[in-house]
């Protein structure tokens, strides 16, 4: 629920203004971040861990309406600043896709890579001893718990204005002048309330696949930007 | 599942007025048109424009009722999202015809413009390493896609789906879904190795025109005019 499926020309300007600009802001931090990374190596597990968060997206959860993200393991697969990276890389193409409007990229990938660089940090910020499943499931449950207050927050002060549809209010019969406005605690009260179950399914897929890639591919967790982090991981708590 | 492997088919082999004309053209035909459903305030205007892009998409051969169902799968979410407002019909209509139109839209940039034109427009305004790992993430999924296929059916012969046993699903899917991680880096590895023994060095050989010619007028034409009927719509 994290990934806004808002369309075209419903938020305000300066909301979706501002989201591009600190989108921008913070792609310019993580490029400057890999300045010296060895890029042959990143841009294949980048694409990579990209194109399987664009295949889990596709696919729905019903009757919940839910469908995965797998931020947080792209997080942890790719570290802070790559993952931004694949959290822009799959808001882009999902938009053009037609998948979530094209002017909410920037708050998409805002929204999409906090998961990523939140994940990353709260997986190492818990104790080593956990189990590698646990970890990554409880930091993906914390995670899109706080991503899904900023999507309810980002909603709330959009103000959806009903000026906006004022032409319409005044056909005969439309009747909107006090239509349109959003009910921040409805919308709220369905994103967490489906949600709830959306981030149990994802905490339990996101905690198995990190728990699979330790088992079978280690050297996937241990990449350049954190090998020395995991080193201690892959001797102790991987079950 | 979106039918990436059927949309890059469309792309490469039309010969359309609109696959002839330029991508930097359909990419403000796009911008023309998302700027209507910015504007727009009226369900019927922005549906008339919807109309006139199914009329141009078939006038030009390009598969529209494929891309008009395509088209309506933003529907789904705005649908969802229109459910927690305050308003009718009318809102949950404009929210609706908002979704689909820049998506109509996107999906005839799309199914008329072959990638490594789109990726080589988008290499000359984003930095190396965004537009090499858009490029890889493309080119990573179409291999994804038929690794789902192969997945699916293989879970399916091995008696992996249980109807009524969510945690026997849920744990095949993730090792499924984790399986997929490991194979799509080590083919995305290959794939890249090989693009740089031929001489990729992050940009694409095709260096995308960023100028306008002759042919370009129905895309522009198109856009202008769905902008035009918004901004006019009494």
């Known amino acids: ?239 | 599942m979106i039918d990436v492997a059927r949309i890059d088919h469309w792309a490469a082999s039309g010969s359309g007025p609109f696959h002839r004309s330029s991508p930097i053209a359909k990419v403000f035909f796009l911008l023309l048109v998302v700027s209507a459903a910015v504007i727009a305030k009226s369900p019927y205007a922005l549906l008339a424009g919807y109309g006139a892009l199914l009329v141009v998409a078939a006038l030009s051969g390009l598969p529209w009722p494929r891309v008009m169902a395509l088209s309506w799968y933003a529907a789904v979410f705005a649908l969802l999202y229109s459910l927690s407002i305050r308003g009718g019909f009318w809102i949950r209509m404009l929210f609706i015809v908002k979704a689909i139109t820049p998506s109509f839209a996107m999906l005839m940039l799309i199914v008329s413009t072959p990638y490594p034109k789109i990726f080589s427009l988008l290499s000359s305004v984003l930095p190396e390493i965004i537009a090499a790992g858009l490029f890889m993430t493309y080119r990573t999924l179409f291999i994804l896609l038929d690794m789902m296929d192969n997945f699916a059916a293989a879970i399916r012969l091995r008696g992996g789906f249980s109807p009524g046993s969510l945690y026997k699903n849920s744990a095949n899917i993730s090792q499924g879904i984790a399986m997929l991680v490991v194979r799509a880096v080590e083919r995305a590895s290959r794939i890249y190795a090989v693009m740089v023994v031929r001489g990729y060095s992050g940009s694409m050989a095709e260096k995308a025109s960023v100028r306008l010619h002759p042919e370009d007028w129905l895309p522009l034409s198109t856009g202008v005019a769905v902008l035009l009927l918004v901004l006019l719509w009494k």
Not at chain 1, 206 to 229: E, Q, Y
């Open chain 1, 1 to 239: 629920m994290t990934h806004m499926h808002i369309p075209d020309g419903v938020l305000p300007v300066h909301l979706w203004l501002l989201g591009f600009v600190l989108m921008a802001l913070v792609l310019g931090l993580c490029l400057l971040r890999l300045r010296n990374a060895d890029l042959k190596k990143k841009i294949p597990l980048l694409g990579a861990v990209s194109a399987v968060m664009l295949v889990a997206m596709s696919l729905e959860i019903l009757p919940l309406a839910y469908h995965i993200n797998l931020s947080v393991v792209a997080g942890i697969l790719l570290g802070p600043a790559l993952g931004f990276i694949a959290a822009f890389i799959t808001n882009l193409i999902l938009a053009l896709m037609g998948h979530g409007g094209i002017t909410v990229i920037g708050l998409n990938t805002l929204l999409l890579g906090s998961e990523a660089v939140l994940g990353h940090t709260l997986f190492y910020l818990l104790s080593r001893r956990m189990p590698v499943f646990w970890r990554t499931a409880l930091a993906t449950m914390v995670t899109l718990c706080i991503a899904t207050v900023a999507l309810i927050g980002i909603v709330s002060v959009s103000h959806i204005d009903p000026e906006l549809f004022s032409h319409e209010s005044q056909a005969p019969g439309q009747g909107l002048s006090h239509e349109g406005t959003l009910s921040v605690s409805r919308f709220a009260t369905m994103v967490l309330t489906l949600g709830f179950f959306g981030w149990l399914i994802e905490s339990a897929i996101s905690g198995a696949v990190v728990a699979f890639i330790a088992r079978v591919k280690p050297d996937l967790l241990g990449h350049a930007l954190h090998r020395d982090k995991f080193e201690g991981d892959n001797r102790g708590a991987v079950r």
